[in-house]
C-alpha cells in the first residue's frame, strides 16, 4: 500500500470527509497521475542496478547521443533531478530491515463496495482495490518528488525529455508467475487511454506513442511542445496490467473478480458490503528487492465496513479491528477512556505530518448560475463561523485553512511578486481584479459566537449588490427566482456542523438543507455534478504538475474528474500549464503562487480546517520505525506486529 492514502485516510479531518476519501480516492483511480499521492505504486522501490546515482545533477551518468544530444541512464527520475538514493543503497533510511513479518492490521471503511475494479467509473470499488498492481517506478516517503525503479530496473531519457525508455527487470512477475513484458505496459497505457476514468484524457494529452521496442524495454515519445518536465514520471507511475488476463475479460465492466497484478498482495477473502481481506503473497517476485526490506510486513490487511461512523467506533471498542486513524475530534477528546484505554492495551499517538495540508473545503457547484457571482459565494461562506465552530465541536484541535497549498511554501502570501505578476499580468482578464491589489484573502476570523453579526451585515451587503434582495425573509433575485441550496452530505455525524452553517445562511436569507445520501448516492450525484455544495479535499502535492489538469482545468470541469467545483477559467488554465512548464523549483514555487492567489480570489469554496498531525488508535500489538518518514506514517506498509507486545497482551487476557 505504501504511498498509497485508503480510506481510513489520514488527510482527512472530522466527518464529512470519511464521504470525501472515498471522492478522492476516484482521484486515485485516475491512474495514478498525481506523483505524491497516485504515481506511487504499491510496493519496494529498487536500487539493485549498478547505475549512475543522480545527485543535485540531473544529468549525471548522461550519455552523448549521435546528434550530441545529452541521454541520461539511472535508477530513478524526480522532477528537477535531485535523488536522495545512489543505485546500491541497501534499503530506505526511514525503515526497520529487520522488522518481523506476520500477523494482521485492520481497519474500518465507510459504506460498502461491489466492484474490485478501481480504474473505471462503473461500481463502488473496495477500499484499497488498487493494492494488487506496481508501476513501472514508486516514490518514497521522505522525498517530494523522487522516483525509483519498480518493476523497471533503470530509466533512459534525453536531456529535454522529449521520450523515455524504461528496462523492466527480467524477475518482474505477475502473481501467476507469468512475465511482465513490455506489451503489457504499452496494453496497460491504450486500455487506460480508450477504456479508463474519463479524465485521464486529459493527463495522456501529451502523450503522443508507447511502443514495445522488445520484451522488455518500452518507449514512451511525447508530443512535440508539450511541457515535458514531468511526462517521464508521469508514465513511470501508470499502473501495468497484464495483457494476457485482461485479453478475455471486458475491461469496462464493473466486476468482483480479483485482477491478476504483480504486487505484495493478493485478495484473501470478501463479503461485498461488509469486508474485504487482502493476503501479502509469499511468492511476490520482488520481496527481496533492497527498496522492499523492511516494509510489507503484516501477512494480512483487513477492512470492515460500516454504513455509519458511530457503529465503526464501537466496533473498535469492541475489538472488531485494531487500527484506527481518528479524525472525529468529539471522539478524540472525549470517547478514548473505555476499558482497553485505560488498562494500556489500546494505545494512542499523536504523529507529525509533513505533508501539505490538504485543501478540505465546502466547495460550490459552479457550474450552477445562482452561484455565478463571487459575491454570493464569498457572503455564503461568510457564514461559516469556523472559530466558534473549533471551540465549541472540535475542542481547538484544527486551524483554519485558507490556501490550497497549506502550511507549505507554497502557500501564496501577501501581494503578488514581480514574478509572479510576470505570469498574471497576461491573463489580467480573466482573473478577479483584487489579485493585483490585494493580499492572497483569507476568511476573516469570526467571533466566538455563532452568529457574528459584523460578517453578517458584510454578507448582507454583498447579497444586496449581487442583486439578491430580501423577498418574504428570502433572497431573491430580479427573475423572482428564490436563493436555496442544498448540502449534500453522507454522514449522520457531521449533521453538528453543518446546522449551525445553516442556521446563520437562514439569518442572512438563503434558503438552505441539508441533504443525507449513502454512499453510492453520494458518488453518483458527485460524478454527474448534481448537488450545490459538497465537502470534498485535495491532497495537494509538494511538487505539484499534470495532476492539476485534473482539479481545475477547463477540459476537465464537465466531465467526471476531480475538477468538483467545475472550475472553467483560461486565466486558472494558463496557470496550471506555467505549474507545469516550470523548469526550476523556484519557478513552480512563483507558479503555484499565482495559481493559489488567483483561486482564493475565486472563491470556489468555503474553506474548512486542518491538522498538522495525525491522531491514532490502536491495539497495542503493533511497532514502527521511529521517527517515521515526513510524507507517509506507512501505518500499512511500514508498521508491524511486535511479537513481545502479542505475548503481553495474551498474558493479560486481552487477546
Known sequence: MGRERTLFGQEFTEEAPLAVAEAARVERQGGRVSRRLVLAGLAGLSGTVALPFVSRDPFAGAARAAGGERIIRAHGISTFGDLKYPADFPHLDYVNPAAPKGGEISTWALGTFDSLHPYIIKGNAASSATIFFESLMEGTADEPDALYGLLAESIEYPE???WCIFTLREEARFSDGSPVTAEDVVFTYETLRDKGIPSLKVIFADFEKVEALDR????????EGASTRELPMTAAGLPVFSK??????????????????????VLEAMEPGRRIVYRRNPDYWGRDLPLNRGRHNFDRIRFEYYGDSAPAFEGFKGGSYTFRNENFSKLWAEAYDFPAVRKGWVKREEIPDGNVAPAQGFYFNLRRRKFADPRVREAIGLMFNFEWSNRTLFYGLYKRIDSFWENSPLEAK????????????????HVPPEVFTEPAW???????????????????????AAGWKIVGGVRTNAAGERLEVEFLNVSQAFERIINP????????????????ADLPQFLERQRKHDFDIITTTYSNSLTPGLELRQRWSSEAADIPSRNIAGVKNKGVDALVEAVI?????EEMTVAVHALDRTLRAMKPWVPQWFKDRHTVAYLDIYDHPDPLPPYDPGFFDLWWVSPA??????????L
Do not use: C, H
Not at 256 to 262: D, F, Q, V, Y
Not at 418 to 427: C, F, I, Q, S, T
Not at 581 to 585: G, Y
Open 160 to 162: 529535454n525529455r522529449q
Open 216 to 223: 522488455r524495454r518500452v518507449k514512451y515519445t511525447f508530443r
Open 244 to 265: 494476457a488476463w485482461w485479453s478475455t475479460r471486458d475491461f469496462s465492466r464493473s466486476t468482483l473478480e480479483a485482477p491478476l497484478g504483480t504486487s505484495p498482495w
Open 414 to 429: 501577501g501581494l503578488p511578486s514581480p514574478e509572479e505578476l510576470a505570469l498574471l499580468e497576461p491573463v489580467r482578464e
Open 442 to 464: 483569507s476568511p476573516p476570523r469570526s467571533s466566538e459566537r455563532q452568529l457574528d453579526r459584523r460578517l453578517l451585515r458584510k454578507a448582507s451587503r454583498l447579497m444586496e
Open 501 to 516: 452553517f445553516i442556521e446563520n445562511l437562514g439569518r442572512l436569507g438563503v434558503k438552505a438543507r441539508l441533504r443525507l
Open 581 to 585: 512548464a516550470a523548469r526550476s523549483r
Open 645 to 654: 507486545k502479542v505475548a503481553r497482551l495474551k498474558a493479560e487476557g486481552a
